[in-house]
Structures are given as structure tokens and as C-alpha cells.
């Protein structure tokens, strides 16, 4: 994968970033989703495939991009498929971080230091380049206004952002009503991207449970279903890596 085409997260955290105050909406739900736009960008690129609620690596290759890689590698050792709940609602420690330094590295952003309450330093990120962020938002805009199906890329894009909440930063009020509901729409429109975002709802409801199973099976695998659901999340998720420029600020 080259480097000259911004990934999915970078473009879901572009949008999420507000230009007025340089802080980013949604944040908790906003790093389920850059988890899961991970997972989108690797499918897009052939490396990873759904095999129903579950990721499977089909080509562990490298992609050329290192936080992508990353989540790759830790795919790959696994070495059996992954429900996508339980990898999107693991421990992501530093991932929205990770992204904005890389956006700041590539200038698409620039960090501005400040305090909370005076005392505790912080880091609010604005945009350098509004015309990145109008081009990203002016797909889902086409996409909602036009009723065409957008491409693969544009579809997982809007269906993300539905999944941690986007749409009332994008489309407020109730003249934004209709856009919004439209933006959730568009959500059937590429599969990957529809499983990944089901997944980020799912986790944010608290449904890290089972797969869904008829009324017997159900009966029949309840007892060893709930030993290993609580077992599961704990030592099958992987954590991101630290970077060392975590720890130097709060981000907001």
C-alpha cells in the first residue's frame, strides 16, 4: 500500500477533528472506531477478510504502512480468525495519539500545548489543511445528496462514522436530521465496512457476548459460553504498542 492515499483512520479522525477548537468529537467511541477502520483499510488491501462475525488474515504481507502492519502482525499471531468485537473492544493504548502524530508529521495537523485548569499540560490538534478535511467531508456529502452508491472507501468511511457518532458533529440540529439518517444508510453499501461497524455499536453496548445462536444450541453451550466470553476479551485482544509521544500530553 503507498503512502500517497490517506487511510481510513486518518480520515475518520480528520473528520472527527473540530477546526474551531482543535479537540476531537466522540473520543471514547472515536477509538473503536479507528480500531475498526484498521481492520476496513487491511480488508481494502487484501490482507485480512470477514469469515462471518470473525477477521481472518488471508495475506500477511506487509502493507507498507507500520501502525496498519502492526495490527496485521497481531492478527496474524493469533493464528485462528477473530470475532471483530472482541478485537475492536480490546485495549487500544495510545491509538488515537498514534494517528494525530502521524497527521502532524505529515503536516496535516499542527499540535498546539495548552493546560487543564492550569495545571495539567494538554494538546489540541489543528488542521493546517482544511482543503484535506472539505474533500473527505464532500464525499459523504455526495454520497447522502445523490443517493449513488458510493465506492467501498466512502461507504466504510460513513458507515464508521455513523458507528461512534459522527453524525450529529457533522449534521447537527434538525435540519440535519435527514443527513443523518441517510449517513446510517449508506451503511449497507460495502460489507466490510457494515460488519466492522455493527461491531463498534456492539461494543459500545455493551454486546461482546456470544454470536447470536438458536434457542437449543443456546441452551446446550450456555455454561462453557459464559466461562469463555469472560475469558476471551482478556487474553485474546493485543494491545497497540507505546510511542513514546503518548505520554507527553492529554488529548482532548
Known sequence: MGRSRRTLP???????LDPATGTTAQPQSLDLGLAGAQLVELALAGRIAPDGDRIAVVAPRPTGDPTLDCALELLRRRGAPVRAVHWIGGPRLGLRQTYLSHLERCGMVAAVP??????LPTTRYQATDTAISREIRARLDSAIRTGVPPDPRTAALAALAHAVGLGKHLYPGNEGRSSRS??????RH?????LVAHAVMDVQNGAVAQPRRGPAATAARQGA???RTAA???????????????ARAVVH
Request: aromatic share 0%; with cysteine; proline share 10%.
Open 232 to 246: 476471551e476479551p482478556a487474553r485474546g485482544v493485543p494491545m497497540q504498542p507505546r510511542h513514546g509521544s503518548m
Open 182 to 187: 441517510r449517513l446510517r444508510d449508506l451503511i
Open 10 to 16: 486518518e480520515e475518520l479522525l480528520l473528520l472527527a
Open 225 to 227: 459460553a459464559g466461562a
Open 114 to 119: 495548552g493546560q487543564m485548569c492550569g495545571v
Open 190 to 194: 460495502d460489507p466490510m465496512g457494515g
